[in-house]
């Protein structure tokens, strides 16, 4: 235990100073008061006494030698010290005791009792001005009692008494100027007063002040059971309020807000009380959290959340909450934290009066909400009416989740109205029967509870790798595909035999149906995959299929996630029609994303794999991925093989007259064709890296994994955004 020199009296309004001992004074002569104006005593000047002997005041006795050679030894602590002591000992020190007391104090040693009777001289701390004095002579003191008050540097400074006992003298009045180390009051130590040096005086840990209880009922009147009329409306309409979806996706006890005292800004025009109890949070809960932290560590599992309250003013977007929105913002890009916004209400707020702004177009929101892309994922959620300013936040987002009644617009029916382009109510602005199968919305919630799950579920893909997991036998992937070559069959069933079993989170599954894009885990690391579907278009890539699958590739490489492609194509969508849809633009965004991929990524040909569409998925060449592989039913080509026959032997088709013998001769070369192009002979020609049973697929898919090297460690971006579209 460390030991103390002198105790440590306290005060509960301020910073509390100790006193100095004075040696004891038998002759009784005080020290004489100062009033208001008069200077400071003038120091003592040192005796010159004979050489080896101590000088000190008349009465006293010299200190022990042990606590003489103390203060040689801590010399930086007696500089500060504010007690000085006088024992009663007849022990000579080893060398001269310092001539001015004041000057060079030497405490007593470590839990010495003060004797009764024994005198304490309390002396200023530091130079200043007395403000008040509330003892007076004969009056009984305790221990830690306030006995003097100093203003100095416009700061208060309670000096309290350093033992129980009774005042002797008052050497100053309220309004005198003294400098550090002048006697303010003399105090003789009570007979009883049982204060032992360097003892602690017991703190009530249960005490309130006055302004913390102010700041617990402030605290307490954002929460949803201040507002029980509002919680109430709101779940008679089904939903629930902000705090609610903030708690469900936190972990218990491990959100910290951020601005929850803050109000709306439109004390011009309201009452101050109103605000407060109307405004909480000026309509935004927002902070920082731990989500899953059960399964992954604190690091991997905090995350930022911010969530708009409808209940406060629609969930308009005023000053406070801008402000708030940017300080959370430019926290999540120095932590580099995932973000979960939750986007319900309307754009901008134009009833805040108390800023002077005429447009608010310089609002920094939007721009550092925007630079956060690429960066850490970003998941927005909407329930509701998510309308201007919230649904532009949440279209910079990652992945949209919307629960079935959110109706989703970049303006909102009032905008529409003024805009002379109809009247019309909300549920008729973007619901989602229009947001999915544009691709605007990813994941479709039942309700505000599906969306948190869903919403933890998907951060839980880029918090790390998980544990125990369980897969399907691998053996069925070797019946997945039917054995009649235009025979259409389920590629999402086989996804979910090649993943870990209840792994597999769709994206987007409601928009260009002839892609899948999917986040799996194989052997509980997260992998994104990307399909084409028989089922639509003949798996045939379309301008929304590029779209979307190179979106999904961004994604994947900004967050260092391996890509598997799954490849059963005929190649790019042809025709006029087609062309009406600027697909060669969009067909340029697969080769130009493909070739700028970082992580590892691995191609399998489940079936076809014709032409640049075949090329598409592997990242723009069969040698780019880490792997090429084909399972037997694989078949291959150049282009399509009816195209090719057509194309390569027209003449020798048209030399034929007979139709049925024409046909007969054209199903005859496309058998060749597609015997030719079989994985297993183009095998041999080494354009692939291998034929493989379906049932090694995840094991290949594992080797892999493991063989390429960890993503390096970052403090930025690998690429500038990961694009909305």
């Known amino acids: 235990m460390r030991r103390r020199c002198w105790p440590t009296p306290m005060s509960t309004m301020s910073v509390s100073w100790p006193s100095r001992l004075y040696p004891p004074d038998p002759g009784g002569t005080a020290p004489t008061p100062r009033g208001p104006g008069t200077s400071p005593t003038p120091r003592a000047k040192t005796s010159p006494e004979v050489s080896g002997s101590p000088s000190r005041l008349p009465g006293s006795t010299p200190c022990a030698p042990r606590a003489i050679n103390r203060c040689s030894r801590s010399s930086s602590k007696l500089r500060n010290a504010t007690h000085r002591w006088t024992g009663r000992s007849e022990m000579q020190p080893s060398r001269p005791w310092p001539a001015n007391p004041a000057s060079s104090p030497c405490p007593p040693p470590d839990g ?52 129980a006992g009774a005042v002797r ?82 972990d218990p006890g491990t959100f910290t807000e951020y601005g929850s005292l803050a109000i709306a800004a439109q004390r011009a025009r309201r009452p101050l009380e109103e605000l407060i109890e109307r405004t909480p949070a000026d309509g935004l809960v927002a902070g920082i959290g731990r989500v899953n932290g059960s399964q992954f560590d604190d690091r991997r599992s905090s995350c930022a959340v911010l969530s708009y309250d409808y209940t406060v003013l629609a969930g308009t977007q005023g000053q406070q909450n801008h402000r708030k929105k940017d300080r959370l913002f430019e926290l999540i890009e120095r932590l580099r934290l995932p973000v979960v916004l939750f ?35 970003m998941v927005g959620i909407a329930s509701g009416w998510c309308f201007a300013g919230n649904a532009a936040l949440l279209g910079c987002c990652d992945v949209i989740i919307a629960t079935r009644d959110a109706s989703i617009g970049m303006g909102g029916p009032a905008m529409i109205e003024g805009g002379g ?98 986040l799996v885990r194989v052997e509980g690391r997260t992998v994104g995959v990307v399909a084409n579907n028989p089922g639509h278009l003949g798996g045939a890539i379309d ?26 194509t005929p190649g790019f969508m042809v025709g006029p029609e087609a062309e009406r849809t600027a697909q060669v633009r969009h067909f340029g965004r697969l080769f130009v994303i493909g070739a700028s991929l970082t992580v590892p990524f691995f191609t399998m040909v489940l079936r076809k794999g014709y032409g640049l569409g075949a090329q598409a998925m592997a990242g723009g060449s069969f040698r780019s991925p880490i792997f090429t592989v084909a399972w037997p039913s694989g078949e291959l080509g150049g282009m399509g093989l ?13 030399a034929v007259e007979d139709p049925e013998q024409r046909e007969a001769q054209f199903q005859s070369m496309v058998e060749r064709a597609y015997q030719h192009g079989r994985a297993i002979n183009v095998a041999t020609a080494f354009e692939i890296d291998d034929v493989i049973d379906p049932a090694d697929s995840r094991r290949r898919i594992v080797d892999a994994l493991r063989a390429a090297p960890p993503p390096p460690p970052r403090t930025g971006k690998k690429r500038s955004c990961v694009d909305t579209w």
């Open 169 to 250: 003298s008052v050497a100053v009045e309220p309004g005198a100027l003294v400098a550090a180390g002048d006697p303010l009051v003399v105090v003789e130590v009570s007979a009883d007063s049982g204060t032992r040096m360097g003892e602690e005086v017991p703190v009530d840990l249960d005490v309130i002040r006055a302004d913390l209880a102010e700041l617990g009922r402030r605290q307490s009147g954002v929460l949803d059971a201040a507002r029980p009329d509002v919680v109430a409306r709101r779940h008679r309409r089904g939903r629930r309020t902000a705090r609610e979806n903030v708690a469900d996706l936190c």
């Open 343 to 377: 986007a319900e209400g309307g754009g901008g707020r134009p009833g805040d009066t108390d800023y002077a702004v005429i447009t608010g177009l310089d609002t920094l929101a939007f721009s550092l909400f925007g630079r956060l892309s690429g960066l850490v994922p």
């Open 421 to 518: 382009l109809g009247t019309y109510g909300p549920e008729e602005v973007g619901p989602l029967d229009v947001q999915v199968p544009n691709g605007v919305v990813d994941l479709v919630a039942d309700d505000d509870a599906d969306a948190v799950r869903l919403a933890r579920s998907y951060l839980s893909y880029f918090q790390g790798p998980s544990e125990g997991w369980s897969c399907a036998d691998q053996r069925l992937l070797r019946s997945a595909i039917p054995e009649e070559r235009v025979r259409v069959y389920d590629v999402r069933q086989l996804i979910g035999i090649l993943a870990d079993e209840d792994s597999v989170m769709e994206l987007r599954q409601g928009f260009a149906g002839g892609m899948v894009t999917a």
């Open 642 to 654: 009816e195209g090719a026959v057509r194309l390569g032997f027209r003449r020798e088709l048209e």
């Open 112 to 163: 010495m009792d003060l004797l009764p009777g024994s005198i304490l001289t309390v002396v200023a701390p530091v130079q200043g001005t007395v403000v008040s004095v509330p003892v007076a002579p004969g009056d009984a003191v305790d221990r830690g009692a306030p006995v003097a008050v100093l203003e100095s540097m416009k700061m208060e400074h309670v000096v309290a008494a350093a033992s």
């Open 543 to 568: 301008s929304d299929g590029a779209d979307k699958a190179a979106r999904f590739l961004q994604l994947c490489d900004a967050h260092d996630v391996p890509i598997l492609f799954l490849c059963d």
